[in-house]
């Protein structure tokens, strides 16, 4: 499916509705609004300051909020004030965010908001991330997943319409290994160094890594950085804020393109095509059972792991280790119609 008929997808979803944003300012969000932004509706923007966020991203989100035209507020708490997210067990994105929508429920009953979205797009469904669990058990909704749209297409439409986004609004909590308590002092250190090695290298999105009192940098273009003058005055700086060791990682923190579905020869029936992906963490069978009722005809195993879903003369297998194999389609395109309807009712285990 063409950007062009996505973005109409998405704003089908919009038109009309009275709804909160969860607004970063960063790409995903930054598209929705701005979609938001050409339709009629009552849209709020909020961003939640948890304490964690690198520094500039708070008035990036306002800035951009303000260029795309929508009412934007700011809602400031202290994450590290919190037992369970200073732990930084496995599922600390859960925690973090199961937090920040919980803030923005509690918006959305103050004001009258019946609805609240987010931007996640297709993509973050292949990736292990724990937090999208909060979106299900709250009903937070995803226009950007339900049509279609990948990391790739986010970028390439921004870069397009020239609008701004901000590249840096990861949480810095991301950079401490699991396990490892997060504090003050190690968030203190991750966002000054951070910030001065986009000032000497000049790149926009840069992370400081924290490994066990390691600083590992991660940039997208290490070569301002290889100069001798350059590295001494970062391990100078980066020692005197508590770091005992700097790193420099050389290979580019770029993401690289993962594809929705990869295509599998059948070996016994050459005629049959087959693409399957592969989801970085095991699959909830019987709730995701549940949630692909409405989509066809189902048989499920929770004991043998699997759950397979006729739609539309097409199959779909969920297995519980995380591989997904789609048959009868036609082509890339066909099967990857199919997986875009299925992904979203996939349930992890946590």
Partial sequence: MKMEKKVEEVKKVLENQKMIIAFSGGSDSTILAKIASQVKGEFLLITVDNGVMPKECINSARKIAEEIGLPHKVLKENFLEDPNFKENNPNRCFICKNKMYGELENIAKKENFPLIADGTNISDLLEDRPGLMVNYQKNIISPLVNAGITREDVLRYLKENKINYATSTTCMATRILTGEEITTKKINRISYA?????????????????????????????????????????????????????????????????????????????????????????????????????????????????????????NVTVFKNGKIVARKVQNPDDAEKLLIKVLPRIRRIL
């Fill in 194 to 314: 951070e910030s001065l090695v986009k000032t000497l290298s000049k790149n926009d999105s840069v992370r400081v890594r924290d490994q066990k009192g390691i600083a590992q940098i991660e940039v997208i273009n290490i070569d301002p950085l290889l100069n001798p003058n350059i590295l001494k005055h970062l391990d100078a700086e980066l020692k005197a804020v508590g770091f005992e060791k700097i790193t420099l990682d050389i290979g580019s923190s770029q993401k690289v393109k993962k594809d929705l579905v990869v295509y599998k020869p059948c070996k016994d029936e050459k005629n049959k095509i087959m693409f399957e992906t592969e989801l970085p963490y095991k699959i909830d069978i019987k709730n995701t059972c549940r949630e692909l009722e409405s989509l066809g005809k189902l048989k499920c195993s929770d004991s043998m792991g699997i759950a397979m879903c006729e739609i539309e003369g097409q």
